[in-house]
């Protein structure tokens, strides 16, 4: 009896705390984005009001798509990058590629707040007014790295021996780097496109200080709302995202299948 | 198809010369082991035959070609790895096609070279599997095929059978050396395993610390081992100092023991361990506080000889091999 409280009721116990944790807020959030209560506040009362304000709420959908299209260019370009880094650093010697590797893995450990000051007052020591531009750029700085890390990951388990036995079947580089490279790499490849975007989508810190006056991200209306008073259509709108995220990593779950179970829980024999 | 000449093929890494002035030449349709420790240079060899490594000096020649210079995608060479390297996202058929889709053939050609080549593997039923689906032995069996469908003009073996358990690794050998034998293809075989050279191989080459230690039908590197090296890495051997100081090897199984004294005996000494292995009996006899290793065919059972027994050596004058001086 002591042994089954010891061994399995305890911990059991202390796992789903742990995950009530993580998740009460999350549902409270959605739940509530169904309550007619503009405070957030019970009793309860089903309604659809605040998806229909959202509806109409053109400053904060211009904000999302605003958010959405950004997270997508910069999720584009890391992935390029970060497979031209991980492909590049291969042929540099073991020393040259650990300079490398920390070059574009510093930014993880500067605070974003610094690193988007350090960016606002490099725009304006180049006499630059603040532009999209800029705003891609530094998000490409900050999600850069968590392509990379995803991408090195597959990597180092690819067997250098594929791309040489292409070779040997007679394919040019270039065959060889879209038949065997690139395929070997798609889950990583997805995986961390899929990283970058999300690092990206939710920045506030860089955004905020390097976006032109007029434009706006979500994270930028979500926090300026919270300042000036908060509707449930916030709610809606966090809802919302959180249904579309869900269906995204589900349509990659089904296309890539094993892949991603492979990439994710390494690889098993 | 291809003769296959190797000038004084030489590579250093740094300070390092891993592949030191060899010079081989092998005709059309052979099968040439190449055999040495690990770190022998074999491996280096065999990766600057197949283009992966520039030789620092000499040449390499299919038929009259040079190919030094030769990229490794134009060299029509045919290679299994010991991690066969299969293309793990195409199926079977893919990965075999994939060498007649880089050479721009037609579809019809293609399929029927595919379908030829796996049905020469025994792999029909399983050719639109991947390759995670497939055991260890049907791996390199597909690898194999992959790398005989482009026809190559060589075929290099890296360790390929060395991932495989025991018994299937005999297997495959016998059914390596009956596809070879009939695809005619000359082969490169690197291993270290000295029973797989034997069995497979027209010739051997033994290799140690980048230079070749002797070239030969394994009849000859067997029987006539032309040092110390080759004696003890072909097989097992005995050594002894003759009087006027050569040295020489003699096989194990060639030495006779008896309990008695008898004409002609050469050494005499105690029996110190006997292993009983089935269709062989091992003995170590002490003799003169050398140990000396004899192996027994057990034609009869023998019980006669115990351990701590005295017995007498005696083995004929054409067993002495005798060795160069190191």
């Known amino acids: ?269 | 198809m291809a003769n296959i000449k190797l000038e004084n093929l030489t590579k250093r890494f740094g300070e390092n010369t891993v592949v030191d002035r060899v010079n081989i030449e092998i005709p059309n349709g052979t099968l040439v082991s190449i055999l040495g420790p690990s770190g022998c240079g074999k491996t280096t060899l065999l990766r600057m035959i197949a283009g992966f490594e520039t030789p620092d000096e000499g040449s390499i020649f299919f038929d009259q070609d040079s190919v030094v210079n030769v990229p490794a995608n134009k060299r029509n060479i045919g290679m299994v790895f010991q991690s066969y390297a299969l293309f793990p996202h195409m199926t079977v058929e893919e990965n075999v096609a994939y060498g007649l889709q880089q050479r721009k053939l037609s579809k019809e050609e293609i399929d029927a070279r595919v379908k030829q080549v796996i049905d020469t593997v025994h792999m029909k039923e399983f050719q639109k599997r991947k390759p995670k689906q497939l055991s260890g032995g049907q791996q390199q069996r597909v690898a194999l095929a992959r790398a005989l469908a482009i026809s190559p003009r060589l075929l290099l073996l890296d360790e390929c059978l060395s991932a495989l358990d025991k018994k299937l690794r005999v297997e495959m050998q016998t059914e390596l050396r009956k596809i070879l034998e009939e695809s005619k293809v000359t082969t490169f075989f690197v291993t270290h395993d000295q029973e797989e050279a034997m069995t497979l191989s027209d010739f051997i080459v033994v290799m140690n610390k980048g230079i070749i230690e002797q070239m030969g039908t394994p009849l000859e590197v067997y029987e006539k081992p032309k040092n110390k090296f080759v004696a003890s890495f072909l097989g097992k051997a005995n050594f002894f100092q003759s009087e006027d100081g050569t040295s020489f090897a003699v096989r194990p199984e060639k030495i006779h023991l008896s309990a008695e004294e008898q004409a002609g005996a050469r050494q005499e000494g105690v029996i110190t361990f006997i292993t009983y292995s089935g269709n062989i009996t091992s003995y170590t006899i002490e003799c003169d506080g050398e140990a000396v290793l004899c192996e027994k065919q057990n034609v009869q059972i023998r019980e006669n000889l115990k351990k701590g027994q005295k017995v007498f050596l005696r083995w004929d004058k054409d067993s002495e091999i005798e060795l160069a001086d190191e």
């Open chain 1, 1 to 269: 009896m002591r042994k089954y409280f010891t061994d399995q009721l305890i911990p059991t116990v202390y796992a789903l705390m742990a995950l009530a944790f993580l998740y009460t807020p999350i549902i409270v959030l959605m739940v509530m984005g169904f309550n007619e209560s503009r405070y957030n506040t019970l009793p309860f009362s089903f309604s659809l009001e605040w998806y229909s304000a959202l509806a109409k709420n053109e400053v904060l959908i211009n904000a999302a798509i605003n958010s959405f299209v950004l997270a997508l260019i910069t999720a584009l370009i890391c992935v390029v990058l970060a497979t031209m880094f991980v492909l590049g650093m291969k042929t540099l010697s073991r020393s040259m590629e650990g300079l490398f590797r920390s070059l574009i893995m510093m930014p993880m450990s500067i605070p974003w707040l610094i690193l988007a000051l350090s960016m606002l007052l490099f725009i304006r020591f180049l006499d630059l007014d603040k532009n999209m531009f800029f705003v891609v750029a530094g998000h490409v700085v900050i999600s850069l790295p968590y392509a990379m890390l995803s991408l090195q990951a597959r990597i180092q388990a690819l067997d250098p021996a594929l791309e040489e036995m292409s070779a040997s079947l007679g394919a040019s580089a270039l065959s060889t780097f879209r038949r065997i490279t690139v395929p070997a790499l798609a889950p990583a490849i997805v995986a961390g496109g899929f990283l970058a975007f999300m690092i990206s989508f939710d920045n506030f810190a860089i955004s905020y200080f390097l976006i032109p006056a007029g434009t706006s991200t979500l994270p930028i209306e979500i926090q300026s709302s919270i300042k000036f008073g908060f509707t449930p259509e916030i709610n809606a709108i966090s809802t919302v995202i959180i249904g579309v995220s869900l269906l995204c990593l589900a349509i990659v779950g089904l296309i890539m299948g094993s892949s991603i179970e492979n990439m994710i829980g390494g690889k098993k024999k």
